[in-house]
């Protein structure tokens, strides 16, 4: 399986934007259905945005649509997250996976001040 590294988390205020990448290596990140998550501590870990690779579609989260869009860029091997419009309730830690792998990152981490 791939293996997917998280960054370009960070701080930010409260109507900001941060782009968020998910490197892949040991595979090709276009032939892989590729999900961002993101997990508040003592929450349950939820759903963000997927990019499906056999459809080319993406999928959003109610909360996020509008807000962020998730691409991929084949030359670079990398799938991203680009969140606009943040609030303070998109604070979290954000995790890159391959859809149906069971494999978790460490994540990168994201804190919107109000």
């Known amino acids: 399986e791939v293996q997917l590294v998280e960054s370009g988390g960070g701080l930010v205020q409260a109507g900001g934007s941060l782009r968020l990448s998910c490197a892949a290596s040991?595979?090709?990140?276009?032939?892989?259905?590729i999900g961002w998550f993101r997990q508040v501590p003592g929450k349950e870990r939820e759903g963000v945005s997927v990019s499906d690779s056999s459809e080319g579609s993406t999928y959003y989260a109610d909360f996020v649509k509008g807000r962020f869009t998730i691409s991929r860029d084949s030359a670079k091997n990398t799938v991203y997250l680009q969140m606009n419009s943040l609030k303070p309730d998109d604070t979290a830690i954000y995790y890159c996976?391959?859809?149906?792998?069971?494999?978790w990152g460490q994540g990168t981490q994201v804190t919107v001040s109000s």
């Open positions: 040991g595979g090709t990140v276009d032939d892989y259905s």
């Open positions: 996976t391959q859809l149906g792998s069971g494999t």
